[in-house]
């Protein structure tokens, strides 16, 4: 890369920009694309319009997901009218999932990229600047990918870092597209995982979250040896400057009990899991091919709690899959009521191509759309009465960044809820007790000084 740079000189002042959609995973890729395109003179930029290289990092989770490529490509036209075209690419799983057909349909777009095989950008983008040819690598080298962002060290110097450690998954469950456009299951060298970990943690990082697409899947095995999620949480723990551990996403499936236990002798690992149950109908849950029943999901709910009562679950719900009766709909409301979810997500179904359940009938969307009402009403209701309990105590905030012409602070709690308050220079990437003043639905506010007669949350 170093030759190409001596062939080429214009490549040294050159500007990349990355706009990245869905999942914390697409941020952890796109913070690495950016640190591997550094290698053949592109610099990073916040600006749109100065950029030589515009990425998009493309979901294909949600609605439309393609539309939007398009209509993100008709701005970046507008943006460069009057300006030299800069090199065009779509990356992430939109990419993987249309590969050659944007191509195709879009002239504006050079380069197309599937997310396992970003080891091979740096060539796609000179070759293209050389040729002006059109480029599409769409393979699942998920193997070269990790190796080649192995031998990069990550500059991220964040206080709260993300860190891939499995990708793909094996479970197809019918209305998920993730399998077609990650690839099957892989689980990264436990031993490059703690070495990039460990210079996350050189660099500032005082919160680490593990992610995977099935991340307590994750199964790496050498020798006469096999390293396990758990594994990773309890070495991780050793490392006296880093204070919180968390992971996401997980699968009901692989809640096993060695990662269970982790809860009971980690005290890093923090009190709240996101764990996706997506209905509370065992009909339909067999209908989606979750590979879990309520049952399976309760019981891991049971465990938790025993081990620490201040664990709180966060989830996934879809809802109105095709087949979802009155009764199926009831039961995943009765879950809610039973587990009191904090910071859940929830979505009416809708199709992926490509997918098992893209063809099935839809249910009446203004039945849907009450159902989903009458779900995130519940939902954000206890969101907000977690919250609201939380006035007039102390919590402990991990202090992120100071807020931009303000004299206030941002941090979350352990519950990954945020927190705005008034507080003391110098206190990033500490934890700090802050007293709860008052809430929001999604926001806690406060103040760093403390009366001691104050109880703690």
Same mark, same amino acid.
């Not at 039961?331 to 199709?351: A, C, D, Q, V």
């Not at 954000?380 to 992120?400: I, R, S």
């Given at each position: ?263 009971? &002798? ?5 009190? %709240? @899991?996101?764990? /996706? ?7 339909? =849950? $067999? !209908? ?51 587990? &009191? ?5 929830? %979505? @009416?179904?809708? /199709? ?7 063809? =099935? $009938? !839809? ?71 802050? =007293? ?22």
């Amino acid at each position: 890369n170093c030759m190409a740079l001596k062939k080429n000189p214009n490549l040294m002042s050159k500007k990349v920009f990355i706009k990245t959609f869905g999942c914390q995973m697409n941020q952890y890729d796109s913070d690495r694309i950016y640190e591997s395109v550094a290698k053949i003179g592109f610099e990073k930029t916040e600006i749109h319009e100065e950029a030589n290289c515009y990425i998009l990092n493309t979901c294909h989770i949600r609605d439309k997901a393609k539309e939007k490529v398009y209509h993100e490509i008709g701005r970046v036209k507008k943006k460069f009218k009057s300006k030299e075209k800069p090199v065009v690419i779509i990356a992430g799983c939109v990419a993987q999932a249309e590969n050659i057909e944007m191509i195709k349909r879009e002239p504006y777009i050079d380069i197309v990229i599937g997310p396992q095989a970003y080891h091979k950008i740096n060539d796609a983008i000179l070759n293209h600047l050389k040729k002006r040819k059109k480029e599409e690598e769409t393979d699942f080298d998920t193997l070269l990918k990790f190796d080649y962002f192995d031998k990069i060290k990550n500059n991220n110097n964040k206080i709260s870092s993300f860190l891939t450690i499995q990708e793909g998954c094996d479970k197809f469950c019918k209305f998920c597209v993730v399998p077609y456009t990650r690839g099957p299951e892989y689980s990264r060298s436990y031993h490059k995982i703690m070495d990039e970990a460990e210079q996350l943690i050189k660099n500032g990082t005082k919160e680490i979250t593990l992610l995977g697409q099935n991340v307590n899947a994750y199964l790496y095995e050498e020798e006469n040896k096999s390293f396990r999620l758990s594994d990773l949480i309890m070495s991780l723990e050793k490392i006296s400057e880093l204070k919180r551990i968390r992971y996401m996403t997980s699968h009901p499936v692989d809640m096993t009990d060695d990662l269970i236990e982790c809860y009971k &002798k980690n005290k890093k690992l923090v009190p %709240f @899991i996101h764990l /996706p149950v997506q209905s509370g109908s065992n009909k339909i =849950l $067999k !209908l989606m091919n979750r590979k879990h029943t309520v049952e399976n999901y309760l019981s891991i709910y049971e465990k938790l709690k025993k081990i620490n009562y201040k664990i709180e679950f966060s989830s996934d719900f879809i809802i109105a899959y095709p087949g979802e009766t009155d009764k199926d709909f009831n039961n995943t409301m009765e879950l809610i009521k039973k587990i &009191k979810f904090i910071n859940s997500y929830s %979505f @009416i179904f809708s /199709p992926r191509p490509g997918t098992a359940a893209s063809n =099935l $009938k !839809l249910i009446d969307q203004e039945l849907a759309q009450k159902r989903l009402n009458l779900i995130q009403t519940e939902l954000f209701n206890y969101q907000y009465l977690k919250n609201k309990m939380t006035e007039n105590k102390v919590v402990n905030v991990l202090v992120e960044n100071k807020i931009k012409n303000q004299n206030k602070f941002f941090g979350r709690t352990e519950y990954m809820t945020s927190v705005i308050f008034d507080g003391e220079k110098n206190i990033e990437g500490k934890i700090v007790p802050v =007293l709860i003043t008052h809430s929001n639905q999604n926001n806690l506010f406060g103040s760093i000084k403390l009366n001691k007669n104050i109880k703690a949350a």
